[in-house]
C-alpha cells in the first residue's frame, strides 16, 4: 500500500529505539521511538519581522497554571526590540532533559547509569514547590532517571508524572526553587500559513541550549503518520520551516506575542528535504497534559491484540500463512490475542484479518486506532468484519480499559 507520507527518524541525540516483536510468521518490528528535532543558531530578523517599529500585543506568563489565551488580531509586525522581548520572556522556561538509563557491564555485571539521550522541554506549570514540564514522550521513553536543566545552568531530578506514546507526549514534575519562568501556552487553532514563529530548544545537547530559530507556519491542520512504541498513529501537527535538529524534540514553537503553539517533535528524514518541520499544537498539547496531570496515563478503550499491516507483509505470508492473493494490501491481521481481553472473550484469532468495525473499511492499524480511540469509549461494544480461512465472519466486541497494547 502506497505511504502517503515520507519515512520518519529518531532524531534526538543518541536516542535509542525500542523494538515490538509479532509472531514468527509475521518477521516485523516496529520501533519504539518517533522523531525528535533540533534548531540551528540564527538571529537575523525576516519573514515577518521587520525593523518597523510597529508592536504587538504581548499577554503576560503565567506562574501558576498553564493558560490557555486567544491569540487571534495579534499583529504579525514585530520590531527588532519586540523580537528580542520574546524570545527574553519565553527562553528561561525551556529546559533541557537528559534521558538516564541504566546499563549491565555484560562482563562484569555491574550496573551504570548513563546519559542516553537528551532533548528538550518546557515549564508550563509552577504550583506551590513543584513545577511540571512537557516534552516528547520519546526523549523520556526508557529512562531509570530524568534529569532537567534549567535555563540558569542548575539541574533538577524529574519525575515522569505520566507519558502517552501515541500523541508523543509526557509530563516531567521536579523542584520549583530555581524556575524563573513559566510559560504561557496560546490558541494554535487561530494560526494561519505565513505567520512568523520562532522555536526555542536544545539542538546537538546542552552547549547550544536555548537556540533560537526563526521561521514561518508552512501549513495548518497537517496529518503525519509515525511509528511509536505504541503502535502507528495518525499525528496532527503545525508545519514550520523553522529549522529542526537533534535535541530540540520537546521544545518551544512560539508565536509574536511569546505564546507557546506547538512542541517541536518530528522532522522529515529525507535526503533532499529542507525546511520541513513539525509541532503538535497547543490546542492537542492542553488536554493531554491535563489527563496526564489527573490520571499519569490516557485512559483509551482497547481490544488486547497485536496487529501487523497487510500492506507490509511479503507475497509469501499473504497467500501461505493467510491465504490472501497478492495484490490484496487493505486490511489488519491480528498477531497475538491477549488472554482474557476483550478481543479473546470475542473470539478474535491469531491470524485473523480485520477489514472492517462498525460498518467502516479498515485499511491500516492506524485506521483502527483512530476510529477507537477517538468515536468510542471504554464499554462500548463494536462490531468487527474479519477474514478467518477465507472466510468472512462477524464479530461484538465490548471495549474494556487500555491495557498494555491495543
Do not use: C
Amino acid at each position: 500500500m502506497k505511504q502517503e507520507y515520507p519515512t520518519y527518524r529518531s532524531e534526538h541525540v543518541r536516542e535509542e529505539k525500542s523494538k515490538r516483536r509479532f509472531l514468527p510468521f509475521l518477521a516485523s518490528s516496529i520501533a519504539g521511538a518517533v522523531l525528535g528535532g533540533g534548531i540551528v543558531l540564527y538571529s537575523a530578523p525576516h519573514l515577518g519581522f521587520t525593523n518597523d517599529g510597529s508592536q504587538t500585543n504581548t499577554a503576560s506568563t503565567s506562574t501558576s497554571a498553564t493558560t490557555t489565551a486567544a491569540t487571534k488580531n495579534i499583529s504579525t509586525n514585530v520590531s527588532q526590540g519586540d523580537l528580542v522581548s520574546v524570545v527574553d520572556k519565553v527562553s528561561p522556561a525551556v529546559v533541557g532533559v537528559n534521558n538516564i538509563q541504566e546499563r549491565t557491564n555484560p562482563f562484569s555485571g555491574d550496573t551504570q547509569t548513563a546519559e542516553s539521550g537528551t532533548g528538550s522541554g518546557v515549564i508550563f506549570k509552577k504550583d506551590n514547590n513543584k513545577a511540571y514540564v512537557v516534552t516528547n514522550n520519546h526523549v523520556i521513553e526508557g529512562s531509570s532517571k530524568v534529569e532537567v536543566t534549567l535555563s540558569n545552568g542548575k539541574k533538577e531530578d524529574a519525575q515522569i508524572v505520566g507519558a502517552d506514546p501515541l500523541t508523543d507526549l509526557a509530563v516531567l514534575e521536579m523542584d520549583a526553587k530555581n524556575v524563573e519562568a513559566v510559560a504561557e501556552f496560546g490558541d494554535s487553532t487561530s494560526l494561519v500559513a505565513g505567520e512568523p514563529v520562532l522555536a526555542i530548544g536544545n539542538p546537538l545537547g546542552e552547549q547550544f541550549s536555548r537556540t533560537v530559530t526563526q521561521g514561518i507556519v508552512s501549513g495548518t491542520e497537517r496529518t503525519v503518520n509515525i511509528t511509536t512504541s505504541a503502535g502507528e498513529w495518525n499525528l496532527d501537527v503545525i508545519q514550520t520551516d523553522a529549522a529542526i535538529n537533534p535535541g530540540n524534540s520537546g521544545g518551544a514553537l512560539i508565536n509574536a506575542a511569546g505564546q507557546v503553539i506547538g512542541i517541536n517533535s518530528l522532522k522529515i528524514a529525507e535526503d533532499g528535504v529542507e525546511g520541513i518541520g513539525f509541532a503538535i499544537p497547543t490546542a492537542d498539547v492542553q488536554p493531554i497534559i491535563d489527563k496526564l496531570m489527573k490520571d499519569g496515563k490516557i485512559n483509551r478503550p482497547y481490544m488486547g491484540v497485536g496487529l501487523q499491516d497487510v500492506a507490509g507483509l511479503s507475497t509469501a505470508i499473504k497467500e501461505n500463512e493467510l491465504g490472501l492473493t497478492e495484490d490484496t494490501s487493505d486490511g489488519v491481521v491480528v498477531t497475538t490475542v491477549e488472554p482474557f481481553s476483550a478481543a479473546s472473550e470475542a473470539g478474535l484469532q491469531s491470524k485473523d484479518i480485520i477489514v472492517g468495525i462498525d460498518g467502516k473499511e479498515v485499511k491500516t492499524s492506524s485506521d483502527l486506532r483512530k476510529y477507537l480511540y477517538t468515536e468510542r469509549a471504554i464499554g462500548d461494544k463494536v462490531k468487527l468484519d474479519v477474514y478467518r480461512n477465507g472466510k468472512k465472519i462477524n464479530l461484538s466486541l465490548t471495549l474494556k480499559q487500555q491495557g498494555n497494547d491495543e
